[in-house]
């Protein structure tokens, strides 16, 4: 894919931010057919859409594939009250496990290793994805044309915890509840096992990647969904619990999501 061909492309998704609404999807000759392709109009997203304020990264379960997608600073909220689903161009929720990067992780000789990964973090962030996408119809869209699209919507962001080394993220129960009601509940569930496999990958995967520079201080990772997705349409109100096996709640996020106007 050529950088004109990736800028088009790349300006489309980002029209679709600026009118608050999901656009046709991709003219063939536009959409990407290796990952590569997909990556590139990622890179020309950054160059026009940026600064990033973080990065999502996940595993396919089915062919064990790490892939990654930035998180565009405007994209990312606090807890608290949030733009309404549709304004975002979002359907669903997804509570996830990430991480705020506490040093600059830039291009090397050599791979960065895991150890080296969890010295350079310095905190983990409960977190919640708003699902969605720019294009309409996206049950259409090809993967590699979902990761040019980044996959999601916005994240929303807790407080961050210090003392996560001490966190065990094979038993950490991990909960959403919408209107008081408990809709995910996951534990023991990461498709890595240990998510800073995954942290390390995308380390390494942005080392090699120009128009990133790498991973970067105070950017947040967040590692994929852990219990599928749940709808929201507006005016809910939220909670993401962190509960460990001792049943101590050791983070969470209140939101509330605005509601569409009648």
């Not at 996959?151 to 003392?163: E, K, L, P, T, Y």
Request: with cysteine; aromatic share 6%.
């Amino acid at each position: 894919m050529t950088e004109d061909v990736a800028d088009k492309a790349a300006r489309i998704i980002l029209g679709a931010y600026a009118a608050g609404r999901r656009v046709p999807r991709l003219d063939p000759a536009l959409r990407p057919q290796e990952l590569g392709a997909a990556y590139a109009i990622q890179d020309r997203v950054i160059l026009h859409g940026g600064p990033v304020g973080g990065w999502k990264v996940g595993r396919n379960p089915v062919d064990g594939l790490d892939t990654c997608a930035p998180l565009l600073k405007f994209r990312i909220f606090a807890g608290g009250c949030v733009p309404a689903p549709a304004d975002l161009l979002g359907t669903g929720l997804e509570i996830e496990f990430a991480f705020r990067v506490g040093d600059d992780l830039p291009k090397r000789e050599h791979p960065y290793e895991i150890d080296e990964i969890r010295a350079a973090i310095d905190g983990f962030l409960p977190l919640v994805e708003l699902v969605g996408g720019r294009f309409e119809d996206r049950a259409s869209l090809s993967p590699l044309e979902q990761l040019a699209d980044g996959f999601g919507a916005a994240v929303i962001v807790g407080d961050r915890v210090s003392s996560w080394r001490e966190i065990d993220f094979r038993t950490l129960r991990a909960e959403l509840w919408i209107d008081g009601i408990r809709r995910q509940v996951a534990r023991d569930c990461h498709p890595a096992g240990d998510p800073l496999e995954l942290v390390t990958w995308l380390a390494n995967h942005l080392a090699g990647r120009t128009a990133t520079g790498g991973l970067r201080r105070g950017q947040v990772v967040t590692t994929g969904g852990l219990a599928g997705v749940t709808a929201v349409t507006g005016g809910e109100r939220v909670e993401a619990r962190y509960v460990t096996a001792d049943e101590r709640e050791i983070a969470r996020i209140d939101l509330e999501f605005m509601a569409v106007p009648a």
